[in-house]
């Protein structure tokens, strides 16, 4: 058995609990992959599984002008703690997230040809050179919060990613699913189905690492996402989803370079499902003509359990 199915067995050995839903914030890169990069809205520790790929050649044979000229497959294994505070730290919420990955072909190369590509009917992305070994990262985040309508639905933060791809410091702000429809459905248990907007700016510093060599120093990021679902509130003002769709878009002036050192821009989109505590997202770049191809050179994908809502799901029932 190689490392990648341990990796995937893991994540499903794990993943077979029911609870409450799940959500965490993305370890990098997936941020720059195009994965939603909104702080959390209520406590969580999360974990799963993030796949990041990235090919320096496209299905049709195109090269995509990059420093970066072999393939990239970040299998990362993540662990995500988020903290709302109480008392007079009632509107700060704090983020550390970890993430180790066995780098190699597989599973994203899988995922990408055997499943996407062959599902859209596009030709397959063939890899150079892969990179086979063992990367860590580690994200920090603290954000503060303020009510618009709503309590904790305007944000203001910032945070830092270290680790073997690169490193980086951000500065963030935006709206986090703030009510745009009327409430179609009430429950006193589970809460009101609704559909909700959000919008995420960011602008971020970043330096080389050892697996990306040559990154642009400064990268600006918009991210607007609508979702549908059914939202109940806790009595410290956390917005909470009982399950969820939710779609994203992305325009990101890029963290990769061209020889000539010119950024290369990026856009993406996003579709993540969430119910009980598991949460399910995958992106890619295929902005470009989302109906006919995948432009490349990235896609990715995340699978994950709240731990912390099972915990308290548990607690609960031997309570009774």
């Known amino acids: 058995m190689n490392r990648w ?18 959500w965490s914030e993305s370890p990098a890169p997936s941020v720059h992959w195009g994965s939603t990069a909104f702080p959390d809205q209520y406590s969580t520790v999360t974990t799963g599984l993030t796949l990041n790929r990235f ?23 993540t662990l995500s703690w988020t903290q709302h505070w109480g008392g007079n730290w009632k509107d700060w919420s704090t983020n550390l997230t970890a993430g180790i990955s066995p780098t ?8 990408q040809n055997k ?9 397959p992305v063939p890899s150079v050179d892969p990179r086979k070994e063992t990367d860590v990262m580690i994200d920090g985040s603290v954000t503060r919060w303020f009510p618009l309508l709503q309590p904790k639905v305007l944000f203001v933060g910032g945070g830092f990613s270290v680790g073997t791809i690169y490193q980086q410091g951000f500065l963030r702000a935006g709206i986090r699913r703030l009510q745009i429809s009327p409430t179609f459905y009430c429950s006193d248990t589970w809460g009101d189905i609704s559909l909700r907007a959000s919008v995420l700016g ?62 290369q821009k990026h856009f993406a989109w ?26 490349g050179p ?15 799901y548990f607690s609960k029932e031997q309570s009774i």
């Open 5 to 22: 199915h341990v990796c995937a067995c893991s994540v499903l050995l794990i993943t077979g609990i029911n609870g409450s839903p799940a």
């Open 55 to 77: 090919t320096p050649i496209d299905g049709t044979g195109g090269k995509y002008d990059s420093t970066v000229t072999n393939t990239l497959g970040f299998n990362l294994i």
């Open 104 to 111: 190699s072909d597989e599973p994203s190369q899988f995922f």
């Open 115 to 123: 499943v996407v590509h062959q599902l859209r009917h596009l030709p």
């Open 202 to 263: 960011r602008i971020s510093y970043q330096d080389n690492g050892a697996a990306l060599h040559a990154v642009r120093n400064t990268a600006g990021l918009v991210q607007p996402a609508i979702a549908f679902g059914q939202y109940r509130r806790t009595a410290n003002g956390e917005t909470i989803p009982t399950w969820e769709i939710e779609f994203a878009l992305m325009w990101d002036s890029g963290i990769f370079v061209n020889p000539l050192g010119e950024s």
């Open 270 to 295: 996003s579709l993540a499902a969430s119910t009980g505590p598991l949460r399910f997202e995958t992106w890619n770049d295929s902005m470009g003509n989302i109906a006919t191809r995948d432009f």
């Open 298 to 312: 990235t896609y990715g994908a995340s699978l994950t359990l709240d731990v912390l809502r099972v915990w308290r």
